[in-house]
């Protein structure tokens, strides 16, 4: 089964219109509760619309495929893209991590869009891997898409996977690794200097791998609808941590960091275009 | 225990096309081999990896199916902890996981083998349940029920082969969340759970031929635990005794001991546990259960009749 050919054409220019807009309505965010994590959701943002817009395919207003968001501290990217689709109201992001509201810090299975609970890394692969495998032996043609952070391929649970996807030949999955090279306490690529890069270890676990420009969303859609697809694919998306607002790019407290009313403003000043 | 947990988990899967087991390594034997030849697609073997045992079970069941995990108590709850509470408790989701070998039965593997604060470990968390059946025709019932039912996450404590029959003469039918009497008595009452029921009834001979009349009752459930029904217990016999292969606490002698402040019981309460300590011993079952106390003349000699 290929998937990929089955998906919805992708058009580049509208994706990265609704891009701009998504960072804004973040940033938006910021100004009303400073608990959320703004570099994190904005270096994977290409990554979830592309599986929003060009992946996961609808029939009859619903979702035939599934995302899992395993890096969970990327959920605003998730949200405001939900939001932009009418599953989740400007009332559930008004309410934001407010004691009214139903939307945390993390996504939490139940709410409308969330197809499980993340936050803990290390395990939306599995579920993933779980997922498609259901998928497969009740013969649906679904297809699930992951998430996941560079940190958190350092779990050694995310290992127990890849070496599930494969050997359950779970071809209808695919893994997106949003490789910003940070994570809390500094570089990735410094914390386990031998580890990284992850692009063979990946192949040689069996997954059909490609390593690209995260932020380059026709790049990524090519890849994934272009795929041999005989195998799980595992899509090493490089990326920059913050992207899109300069004086957060590869700054690491703004994995955390809500902006003030000042650096809000130059913020938005910015996103006028973001390059891919 | 798990030749029956087998072949019942068969039968549920020739009827139920949703029913699935994913083995870390180990597999039951009975109609296992049946239920992976004839159902192949629904039988995952992980190999040694019981993160991604729980994970998978969790996603099979976030789409519909119905999933056993299984593995030796300690690594089907212990080993793969932050799993079943995150992925199967906190979203509550109807997957079995099944330790077998629950309390000391593996005698000669050595403390990381031995399962003694499960109850404890797996009742803390919210949304979970607990069955362990005391021999193999409540591990029948037992599985049946958790093939049956959509509601949320349970550890199924088993033991592990060649158990004996016990509840033949059961008062009470099994019910989830009720205990059963399987002997009824005026005088005291035994409650126990789990393959350590068979010093209830080493111990029930006992008493009975020192002019007692015995109740044996199995709490099988013991997450939601029957309140009621060991209210009832408390209240309707002079001395309560509880026996258990768990530690101190969190199990059922220390939650008999909240109910029994909570309802002003005034029967006499006497609970023999494991001890709050490692076991460095080795031999069978027995030797085990009596280096921590459970053996069933000296709980008799300890009942000031």
Redesign the interface.
Known sequence: MNIARQANGFDVASARRRCLQFRRRILDISQNVTALHIAPAFSCLETVDLIYHGLMRKEGGRFQDTFIMSKGHGCMAQYVILESLGVLSADDLAKYCKPNGRLGAHPD?GVPGI???TG?L??G???????????K??RTG?AVYAVLSDGEVQE??TW??F??GST?EANNLVAFIDNNDFQSLGRTSETHPSFYPLTDKFRAFGWETVELNGHDAAGLYEAVISREGEKPMAVICKTVKGRGVGYMENVPIWHYRAPNQQEYQKAIAELTEVRS | MRNKFADTLYECGRENPLIAIVVADISPAGSMEKFRKEFPERFINVGVAEQSMIGICAGMALKGLQPFAYTIATFSLYRPFEFVRDDLGYQNLPVTVVGIGGGVVYSTLGGTHHCQEDIAIAGAIPNMSIIAPCDPAEAREATIYCASQRKGPIYLRLGKAGEPVLTDKAIDAWQFGKLRYLQRGRDVCILSYGIVMKKAFAVGEQLEKAGKSVSIASVHTMKPLDRLGIEAALKSHRQVVVIEEHAPQGGLAAQTKQIAWDVKASCDLKTFTLQDEFIHNYGSHDDLLAAHGLDATKIFQQLNL
């Open positions: 299975y197809a499980a609970s803990s290390g395990h692969l599995s579920m993933a891997v779980g997922m498609a495998y259901a998928e032996i009740k679904g050694g649970s127990e996977a070496m599930m359950l």
